[in-house]
């Protein structure tokens, strides 16, 4: 069952410039995105988009894998980048650098961030742009690749470091406000249940 | 000046085919140059002389090059068995396996079973220090 009907806007974009990339050997990886961190995600696609997992990796030849990037909505960053992190661009006329931030690139096209991420660890040489055909990114979890020979991609396990004090107590705080907050609803509720047994 | 020299050249005869030889030998240094640089001889001049140079100093850094090339191909062959280069080649060092990057990186390509008993012999002489990298679920052989 193809999933056309789920993007028929879309269609042609995720599929443009298929036919350009020659020599079908190669493997369609699936990267899920939801729940990752932006950056470590981005270096895992930039290597296996270069085909730098693969001994016969040759720097002149583009080899990588097709990879398609699933759940782009769900990318998070972590720290305050999520008001923080702007993304600049110069249009050419004097006086007019363009900024946007994480939230409102998220909000207009949640692809170009990890678009950008990735291709901002790609070297900068010529096969860049052949290695952005191969990069697929949806911002849901459907994609109308459901016919070909697809392979998930295991991310390394990270290891997250533990939380700093002030961070940390910050958390608890919100956490017993969060308490207290239920149980003042609970209460309430109790009080309303008794008020309705009396009335009635 | 120059004009004076020429026609004086031209007159002895000698340094006329001194210069011509030159000019020959810089063309035909110079074939397949972009523009002007293959025809003509100011230009070609230098190009050439810059050609010559980086030919000199690249012959040295292919060497580096292609050594960087190997320990990419190691690195990604290891790194299919869960070993990333550095604990491999540690590991056959202390197995005083003599293998050098070059033949390696040959191993890791063409012979993909030899190259999986050469890792697992490293990773039984050094384990690793920490859970480094994790092999991919599926080894597509």
Request: charged residues 35%; contains cysteine; aromatic residues 6%.
């Amino acid at each position: 069952m193809k999933m056309v009907t789920a993007f028929n806007g879309n269609m042609k974009k995720a599929a443009a410039g298929l036919r350009r990339i020659n020599l079908d050997g190669l493997r369609w990886r699936v990267f899920d995105a939801k729940g990752q961190i932006l950056g470590r995600l981005a270096s895992q696609i930039a290597t296996v988009v270069q085909g730098k997992d693969k001994p016969t990796y040759t720097p002149n030849r583009d080899d990588g894998d097709m990879c398609i990037v699933l759940n782009a909505k769900d990318v998070c960053v972590t720290g305050r980048k999520l008001t923080d992190k702007i993304y600049y661009w110069h249009t050419g006329y004097v006086g007019h650098l363009k900024q946007r931030n994480l939230k409102d690139q998220m909000a207009k096209d949640p692809t170009e961030v990890i678009r950008k991420a990735v291709l901002r660890m790609l070297p900068k040489n010529k096969l860049r742009d052949d290695r952005d055909r191969k990069l697929r990114i949806f911002p849901g979890s459907e994609h109308p690749f459901g016919d070909r020979p697809l392979e998930p991609y295991e991310m390394p396990p990270r290891s997250v470091r533990e939380m700093r004090p002030r961070a940390r107590r910050a958390m608890v705080r919100a956490q017993k406000k969060a308490e207290q907050q239920q149980q003042n609803a609970d209460g309430k509720k109790g009080k309303n249940e008794e008020a309705q047994e009396e009335s009635a | 000046m120059w004009s004076s020299n020429r026609s004086m050249s031209s007159s002895l005869g000698v340094e006329r085919t001194k210069k011509k030889m030159n000019k020959d030998k810089i063309f035909k240094l110079a074939k397949g140059f972009r523009g002007r640089a293959k025809n003509c001889i100011r230009i070609a001049r230098e190009r050439v002389e810059k050609a010559l140079q980086y030919s000199y100093r690249d012959r040295r850094n292919k060497k580096r090059d292609m050594r960087s090339l190997w320990i990419r191909r190691i690195n990604a062959g290891t790194r299919l068995h869960g070993v990333n280069y550095g604990n491999f080649m540690h590991g056959l060092l202390k197995e005083n396996i003599q293998l050098n990057r070059k033949v390696l990186s040959e191993l890791s390509m063409h012979e993909p079973y030899t190259f999986k008993s050469l890792v697992d012999i490293s990773r039984n002489a050094f384990p690793g220090n920490k859970n480094v990298v994790v092999p991919p679920r599926k080894v597509a052989f």
